[in-house]
């Protein structure tokens, strides 16, 4: 992380609608243009407050990157090792390759054989998972009013 007052940790009860608000504004920003209306409204559904708290309740995993004032990131995981949400507010910056290490050193302590970790990414996100060492699994996909790419991390069978 080129900040190093920024700290991940897992997200506390009350905070889903900062979190919400801060995946609604990203995505508004760089990947609306990529849902119809419908598809948008589902997205919407999914990242909405007490949605997010049920599905923490119920053992998923979000985790938020904090600087000293604010949220400035989060990563989602649903089931063993599905990317679900994962945004930042400044992009390019460290900030998504630190919540994704962190992510992922907490799915493998739950399952110590995972494998691989998956996501469908935004058409505007694949470069940065290329980056963070993904793989297209697939080609480019338009389901629910969502266009995205089925992507793969594949998990070092040993870590340094
Ligand atoms: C996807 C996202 C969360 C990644 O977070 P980030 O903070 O921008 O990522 P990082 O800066 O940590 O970059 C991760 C790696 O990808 C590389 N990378 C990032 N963006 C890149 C780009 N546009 N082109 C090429 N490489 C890129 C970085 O160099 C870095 O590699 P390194 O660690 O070897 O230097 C963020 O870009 C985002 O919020 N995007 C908009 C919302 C979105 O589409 N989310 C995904 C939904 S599936």
Known sequence: MKDNKLNIRTIQPGE???VCDLVTHVSRQFILEEFT???????QTYANPDAMADRVKAGGLVLVCES?????GM???RG?????LFFVK?????IGRALFDAAIQIKRRETPGLTEITVHASLF????YVGLG?????PECFENGIKYVPMEYRIARVLP
Do not use: D, K, M, R
């Open 16 to 18: 889903e609608s900062l």
């Open 37 to 43: 209306p419908e598809g948008y409204g589902l997205f």
């Open 68 to 72: 000293a004032t604010s949220i400035v």
């Open 75 to 77: 990563i989602e995981l």
């Open 80 to 84: 063993e090792n599905h990317i679900a």
């Open 90 to 94: 400044s992009l390019g910056q460290g």
């Open 125 to 128: 996100a694949v470069p940065a």
């Open 134 to 138: 993904f793989e297209p699994t697939g």
